[in-house]
């Protein structure tokens, strides 16, 4: 076991049975002309946390941690995005995007497009896998729990966008699945006012899991 410095306090991982869960790095939410720049969110610290991504993904499979990407898509017929009566339907931006927006039909989320692919500066690398996922979290009509489990993984370190959307239901939904969720604070970025992310900060270190910085992650993986 490795014990790792994070809030509310230190946590003991064993980081054989440990994951960096890498949640909708894609250009949809982290690049200009992406779904979220698109309908005008601030997107000016992606970059920062791309570049901090690169430092964990070397360091994970240099230390032979398991790295799984999570992409938020849609098949090109929209049959896994939801109807008028789904929620989903009425609230995700992509689908409100594509509908107010007709030229962007068909380009935005769908599988194998653009705003689909993950950012460059963080392609998976052979035998890392892509879990596709229609809806907020990473365990909704997903194998994403199936898989965990088959490779005995308890630990997850959740980097990605958005803080506060998929990446806080992700992690929401892997402490119900008794998973060990530790955020990332400086390698996820928010959606919304700055007390979006700070409210998913408070509820990870007081209710879900725990908050870490990537220094203190890096530091574990060296040492393993």
């Not at 002309?33 to 969110?41: E, R, S, Y």
């Not at 705003?115 to 994403?144: C, H, M």
Request: glycine share 6%; charged share 25%; with cysteine.
């Amino acid at each position: 076991m490795t014990t790792l410095n994070a809030q509310p306090e230190n946590i003991d991982i064993d980081l054989k049975r440990s994951a960096i869960i890498v949640v909708d790095m894609q250009n949809a939410f982290a690049k200009p002309g992406g779904m979220l720049d698109l309908t005008g969110a601030d997107i000016s610290a992606a970059a920062s946390i791309i570049q901090v991504n690169q430092k964990l993904l070397i360091a994970a499979r240099h230390a032979d941690v398991e790295v799984i990407y999570l992409a938020m898509t849609y098949k090109a017929d929209l049959s896994d995005a939801g109807g008028p009566t789904s929620p989903n339907y009425h609230k995700e931006l992509g689908m409100k995007l594509m509908r107010e927006q007709p030229e962007y039909a068909g380009k935005v989320l769908i599988d194998g497009s653009w705003d689909w692919q993950i950012v460059d500066e963080l392609k998976p690398q052979a035998g890392e896998i892509i879990i596709r996922k229609p809806r907020y979290s990473g365990f909704v009509s997903t194998n994403l729990d199936n898989y965990l489990r088959s490779k005995d993984i308890r630990y997850l370190f959740l980097t990605g966008i958005a803080t506060n959307v998929c990446v806080e239901s992700t992690g929401r939904d892997a402490f119900f699945a008794e998973y060990w969720p530790i955020l990332i604070e400086d390698a996820v970025n928010h959606t919304g006012p700055d007390f979006c992310g700070e409210a998913t900060r408070w509820n990870f270190e007081n209710i879900f899991g725990w908050v870490t910085e990537s220094e203190s992650v890096l530091t574990a993986l060296e040492q393993k």
